[in-house]
T-cell receptor, first 114, second 112 residues
Framework: DSGVTQTPKHLITATGQRVTLRCSPR?????VYWYQQSLDQGLQFLIQ???????AKGNILERFSAQQFPDLHSELNLSSLELGDSALYFC?????????????FGNGTRLTVT | GQQVMQIPQYQHVQEGEDFTTYCNSS?????IQWYKQRPGGHPVFLIQ?????EVKKQKRLTFQFGEAKKNSSLHITATQTTDVGTYFC????????????FGKGTKLSVIP
């Protein structure tokens, strides 16, 4: 158990809809990362937050947004969903020294857009 | 932007054979991390390399970081069925960069 909690585990929704994925980092971790993993694809970096502030941004679509709350949990909002958004979305957290700390991944949320 | 290429994409080996995956970055890295993702699971951190030319071992796994800090490799000696999974390298860019870029991974299958 990595200590990172992601909910829900599975999400099935229709095109055009909006969903929210939730992540609780390991106790004490200040950084939260979001990654997208499509079938047989690598991990595409979406965005990183550190102690409530956006720290790095990857290939995140404008239809997607995220935030990290004062209690350090994070939410990833996906709107105007398309079939191509179907993927496994991972949240990861890292320790206080996020520059060199390894990432601890949650079990992921599998999103299916129909 | 920073790109991390990883080869091969797939590797099938007979149990007992060796396995190597290679990782190359388009830019000099501050450090490189390796992760393993079992089928149906999430990536799990294996190791981090920071110094130029660094070599680290974990039992049958040997990790190397190139002298120029732009490439890395993971070598598994005498593979076992428990080694099955996808191995990812992830590079952290130069000074001031916080973005950890993952390679596409090498999916290892071990035939008993």
């Amino acid at each position: 158990d990595s200590g990172v909690t992601q909910t829900p585990k599975h999400l099935i929704t229709a095109t055009g809809q909006r969903v929210t994925l939730r992540c609780s980092p390991r106790s004490g971790d200040l950084s939260v990362y979001w990654y997208q993993q499509s079938l047989d694809q690598g991990l595409q970096f979406l965005i990183q937050y550190y102690n409530g502030e956006e720290r790095a941004k990857g290939n995140i679509l404008e239809r997607f947004s995220a935030q990290q709350f004062p209690d350090l949990h994070s939410e990833l909002n996906l709107s105007s969903l398309e079939l191509g958004d179907s993927a496994l979305y991972f949240c990861a957290s890292s320790g206080p020294s996020s520059y060199n700390s390894p990432l601890h991944f949650g079990n992921g949320t599998r999103l299916t857009v129909t | 932007g920073q790109q991390v290429m990883q080869i091969p994409q797939y590797q099938h080996v007979q149990e007992g054979e060796d396995f190597t995956t290679y990782c190359n970055s388009s830019t000099t890295l501050s450090n490189i991390q390796w992760y393993k993702q079992r089928p149906g699971g999430h990536p799990v951190f294996l190791i981090q390399l920071v110094k130029s030319g660094e070599v680290k071992k974990q039992k049958r796994l040997t990790f190397q970081f190139g002298e120029a800090k732009k490439n890395s490799s993971l070598h598994i000696t005498a593979t076992q069925t428990t080694d099955v999974g996808t191995y990812f390298c992830a590079g952290l860019g130069g000074a001031g960069s916080y973005q950890l870029t993952f390679g596409k991974g090498t999916k290892l299958s071990v035939i008993p």
